[in-house]
């Protein structure tokens, strides 16, 4: 993935206190050819998801994508989308018509990540199971690059204002990807020559919930969102495993606060990068759409933690910049047959709603 170097657990979602409700308008029909590259507008086209101008099939399967709903302090509408070109990733979280991840490809968007590794080895980008797909499905597509991914998407179904799904990721870095991952690895040191492997696919499975108010444990907390994730391995034993949840966005989310569950405030933090046992936000520059995440804290435990990222435009991103929020939850040894469970809360909304909403959640769920 663009930056899946640290892993993630659970976030949490909270909506701004006031947004005025637009008029309703017709909407105009959405292009799915790009402007030129460089021009006004280029960048939002790839990086706002489309369902549109995305793919509905998944190898012999077909799904059309998913979106639920809730309406916050009943004038503000918080949706979320699944998309079947990421294999049931994250593509979309709406306030109103306020887009606030960047999903342009395969390795963006807000999707589950994992690592295996032996004692003596280190986590690698070329034994990366990744929900969303391969870095090789964006090769030759046009933007958005949303086409069809490699990781084998089985099951996105919604009931209620939830959104369940089943898949098998793909790796990031293919056995047939003639390019080198980071860090200069190669899949063929690391893959073995066998079935599922030689599919591009991994031998994990992962199951992932989404759930929106009144769906999960805080109904009364509108501007949340829950998700979970179990992942299931029919791997040989590594003496280390890692699991990331972690979230692309928007460009304009370049300020980074860390929520203090001691105080209940927020603070700023250094945009490059931090990492933290605290829960992590980012924000517009004004403060008016933030994001945070938020985990409870005997889930947390000892090992994971936050962890927040700012990358300028360069290659290795396709040029769009990166500005992540994300938990990282490393596990001791992973065996066949074995899984590893994860849970987050979202949070979105302005930064005074946020700070207060994070208050409310962790008082609820200690």
Request: glycine share 6%; with cysteine; net charge neutral.
């Amino acid at each position: 993935m663009r930056s899946l170097r640290q892993g993630a657990l659970l976030a949490a979602a909270t909506v701004m206190t006031a947004v005025i409700t637009p008029v309703a308008a017709t909407a105009a029909p959405v292009s799915c050819e790009a402007p030129a590259r460089g021009s006004t507008g280029y960048n939002d086209f790839v990086l706002s998801y489309k369902s549109e101008c995305a793919a509905k099939k998944n190898y012999d399967r077909t799904f059309s994508d998913v979106t639920v709903s809730t309406l916050v302090d009943k004038r503000n509408k918080l949706s979320v989308t699944t998309s079947t070109a990421l294999a049931g990733s994250i593509a979309s979280v709406k306030v109103n018509d306020k887009e606030f991840i960047s999903s342009g490809g395969h390795g963006a968007a807000f999707q589950y990540a994992f690592h295996a590794w032996q004692q003596g080895e280190s986590p690698s980008e070329c034994y990366n199971p990744t929900q969303a797909g391969a870095r090789k499905d964006d090769d030759r597509q046009a933007p958005p690059y949303h086409g069809p991914s490699t990781s084998a998407l089985y099951t996105m179904a919604k009931s209620g204002a939830s959104i369940r799904t089943a898949g098998r990721p793909a790796f990031f870095v293919t056995l047939d990807d003639p390019k080198p991952g980071w860090g200069d690895c190669r899949a063929a040191d690391l893959q073995p020559k066998k079935v599922p492997f030689t599919m591009g696919l991994s031998p994990y499975w992962l199951q992932t919930s989404i759930e929106l108010a009144p769906d999960h444990d805080v109904p009364k907390l509108e501007n949340v969102f829950r998700t979970s994730a179990t992942i299931t391995s029919e791997d040989e034993r590594h003496d280390h495993f890692d699991g990331v949840f972690v979230a692309y966005l928007q460009p304009d989310f370049t300020k980074v606060f860390s929520y203090s569950l001691a105080t209940g405030r927020l603070s700023a933090k250094p945009a490059d990068s931090h990492t933290s046992k605290d829960p992590m936000v980012r924000c517009t520059a004004d403060g008016d759409y933030c994001l945070g995440m938020y985990v409870r804290p005997d889930v947390l435990g000892s090992k994971a933690y936050y962890y927040t990222m700012s990358r300028p435009p360069m290659d290795y991103n396709g040029h769009f910049g990166e500005n992540t929020i994300q938990v990282t939850s490393p596990s001791g040894a992973m065996d066949k047959g074995e899984k590893a469970s994860y849970e987050t809360y979202i949070v979105v909304g302005n930064k005074s709603r946020v700070q207060s909403t994070m208050t409310q959640l962790h008082r609820a769920l200690r």
